[in-house]
């Protein structure tokens, strides 16, 4: 059954008065209104809302304590809760002790157009196109652990062989000062390049931007940046990034980390047992005289910590994976493979000790594995693996180019299908040694691509290793070759070869479209710039699926990459088109009775199919003349006076005709929307002219009808 909702508007002798008709009666029923999940809770900046609300909802809340965001995060933390974080500044400090619950996880996740805890008053271009950010402005640490079990989740939707985080391994920055190209993908930001200290330990007070640690600490899109060289040019003012405790079951993961003083991670007591780095991207650190760089550090007793799939790039440090004093300890079942550490071209990079290293009398290293990885070009002095005391390592299908002194220097060392190329490396039963005049086997190392340009005996001769040791950088499973790329036959960049989605999505209806590409190896797609409609996701195969939750128009850049430069990029734009049934229940919260077309909320005669049509709120009473509603006017035109009404019609599935009459009987159409297409913001005139003397009679009205 159709249903019309009229708004008759008169105009009398120059004299208008509006009113509100129905073709049906309606009952009013109490309003229920449906509560977010428990669980999860909406959070903004403090200087985005006057009042602290109880984090149910994404709008400001009236009072302290009503419905409404946080204004920052409380100050108490509910085990087993997300709190989703919208853009903007946080403060300079985050303070993580809530009491540990058995293993409950406290997450806080940025906000995003795919992902924001369902809660109404959303809003993707104030609260999901950037970063949530805690920026450094006093002499301490930023982050503070005090317990265990946390999740830092910049919820970034990048592809699962994606290194780092926000597009930076697809399209690197100009410089490791810079952040990544699409800061959204890298949800929540750890700033300390806001330090002006030039003072020792100025800026971290010598206890680490971040300090403690706990079992079980997760940060994943996350974009951690360092002071770097202070405005004297030197690293002694920022002593750690993150200082660790014991950090049993850490994991650090497809994040963008850069500018660096000193050094990333340093496990300080030891327990660093089980953990994970992968699919990072460290740009730049600075080892000095005052405080040491590495990386990676480690002192203690721990084991089974792995280190794979992360690009580390411009250091000037004493290695990645460095075991030093204080603490005495042995290390053992450590996994270090499918990494790239290389120097930029025209930069300055060197190691003072090794890429790996386990100095120090105190420090012992046993069951480590060294696979699979990509060393040098351009980094000026040690590039081998170095052990002080005895140990055991396996070393195995690694690749060095252009690197000086890659020797292995120690006892306990197993090696062999390793290549040294126009490099002094270590002697193997398979290893391949040429110092000079070996061809540069990769597709452009000065623009980051370590893809293997062919198939060369010089580095194809690798031992089989099993999983997780046979899958290399792009997901492509290992044959042959030696470093972090197996080379791919007939490899070709990315072409993206469908259409960019052109059909209209629905808000509360699924959406379906599939990306193609060519290109080879198999290209993985990711959304690089700008948002998809909240509700949809885009998986690595190119899907785009979901069901979209917020009416409005998006626009953005999918990236198709395989490795082989040039990226692909397309840009997208899709509108998501409104419903009357979801605007009734999912984004105003009507129920029963009250979500009916013909039901009236609020006093003021108007049902809720004629206040979705005109984008009005069924809470508010409207009254003639009240913002939002059509307006009647009397316009000259060309010397001569019409009647005219203007109104704004933001609905795509309804239909708006605009009726004319003299006497209240007898009415004619002089307008009429077209089908699936909101009217937006529009003036009808009127097809008769105002007459005097003596006055002439005309009435004007909106009608708006439903299919």
């Known amino acids: 059954m159709e249903f019309k909702n009229t708004l008759l508007l008169l105009k009398t002798d120059f004299a208008m008065r509006a009113v509100a008709s129905f073709t049906l009666t309606v009952l009013f029923v109490a309003l229920m209104v449906s509560r977010a999940s428990a669980t999860d809770h909406a959070v903004v900046p403090s200087t985005m809302c006057a009042n602290n609300g109880d984090g149910t909802s994404w709008n400001c809340a009236a009072s302290n304590g009503a419905a409404g965001a946080f204004r920052g995060l409380p100050s108490t933390l509910v085990r087993g809760d997300v709190y989703y974080l919208a853009d903007g500044n946080y403060g300079n400090h985050l303070s993580l002790n809530a009491a540990d619950s058995g293993t409950k996880v406290i ?22 196109s950037s970063q949530a950010v805690w920026s450094w402005a006093t002499a301490g640490s930023m982050v503070q652990f005090g317990s265990d079990y946390w999740t830092i989740n910049g919820n970034g ?82 002593t750690y990034f993150w200082f660790a405790t014991s950090s049993t079951n850490m994991l650090v993961t497809h994040s963008y980390l850069h500018n660096a003083s000193t050094t990333y991670i340093t496990n300080a007591s030891g327990n660093w047992n089980n953990g994970t780095v992968s699919y990072n991207y460290f740009w730049g650190l600075f080892d000095g005289s005052y405080n040491h760089g590495e990386a990676l550090q480690d002192t203690g007793t721990d084991s089974g910590t792995v280190i794979h799939h992360n690009i580390f790039r411009d250091q000037i440090t004493n290695g990645d994976l460095v075991f030093v004093d204080p603490v005495t300890g042995t290390h053992s079942n450590f996994a270090f493979y499918d990494n790239v550490d290389f120097c930029s071209q025209g930069n300055s990079c060197r190691h003072n000790d090794g890429f790996i290293a386990c100095i120090n009398s105190s420090q012992t290293c046993t069951g480590f594995l060294i696979y699979n990885n990509t060393f040098g070009p351009g980094i000026t002095t040690n590039t081998g693996i ?59 190392w000065p623009a980051g691509n370590f893809n293997l340009a062919s198939d060369n005996a010089d580095w194809n001769n690798r031992t089989p290793l099993g999983n997780p040791y046979n899958v290399d950088m792009n997901g492509t499973t290992f044959t042959t070759d030696r470093g972090a790329y197996q080379f791919v036959a007939s490899g070709s960049p990315p072409a993206i070869t469908s259409s960019a989605p052109t059909a209209a999505a629905t808000a509360g209806v699924t959406y379906n479209f599939s990306y193609t590409a060519t290109g080879s190896p198999v290209p993985t797609f990711s959304v690089s710039a700008g948002s998809l409609p909240p509700g949809l996701t885009l998986t690595s195969a190119g899907v785009l699926s979901g069901i979209p939750n917020a009416p409005g128009s998006y626009s953005g850049t999918v990236t198709a990459q395989n490795g082989v430069n040039p990226v692909a990029t397309q840009n997208f734009a899709i509108t998501v088109a409104n419903t009357y049934n979801f605007w009734a229940t999912t984004q105003e919260g009507l129920t029963g009775a009250n979500a009916l077309q013909t039901a009236v909320v609020s006093p003021d005669g108007l049902a809720n199919l004629f206040k979705y049509a005109l984008g009005l709120n069924p809470f508010v009473t409207y009254n003639p003349g009240s913002t939002g509603l059509p307006v009647v006017a009397i316009k000259n035109i060309s010397g001569t006076n019409y009647l005219t009404l203007a109104f704004t019609g933001v609905a795509t599935d309804v239909t708006y005709t605009v009726q004319a009459t003299s006497d209240l009987v007898t009415w004619s159409n002089i307008y009429s929307s077209t089908a699936g297409v909101a009217p937006g913001t529009i003036t009808v005139q009127d097809t008769q002219a105002i007459t005097t003397p003596p006055p002439s009679k005309r009435m004007l009205r909106l009608v708006v009808t439903s299919p």
């Not at 410089?175 to 020792?200: E, F, R, W």
């Not at 007070?205 to 060289?229: C, D, F, P, R, Y």
């Open 386 to 444: 170095v052990s002080t005391n005895t140990g055991s390592y396996t070393v195995q299908n690694n690749l060095w180019y252009n690197c000086v002194n890659a020797l292995v220097n120690g006892t306990g060392f197993t090696q062999d299908h390793n290549s040294f190329l126009n490099t002094t490396g270590s002697s193997g039963p398979t290893n391949v040694n040429i110092t000079s005049g070996a061809p540069n086997p990769f597709v452009d």
């Open 157 to 238: 939707n990048g592809a699962a062989t994606e290194i780092g985080c926000g597009g930076v391994q697809a399209n690197p920055p100009a410089s490791m000062l810079d952040g990544p190209p699409n800061p959204a993908g890298c949800g929540i930001k750890i700033d300390a390049s806001t330090c002006n200290s030039t003072a020792n330990n100025g800026c971290d007070g010598g206890n680490g931007e971040m300090h403690g640690a706990g079992t079980g600490i997760t940060w994943e899109s996350v974009e951690w940046k360092g002071q770097g060289l202070n405005s004297n040019g030197t690293n002694n003012s920022e």
């Open 107 to 128: 997450e806080l996740r940025k906000a995003q157009s795919y992902d924001f805890g369902g809660m109404t008053g959303w809003n993707t271009a104030t609260m999901g």
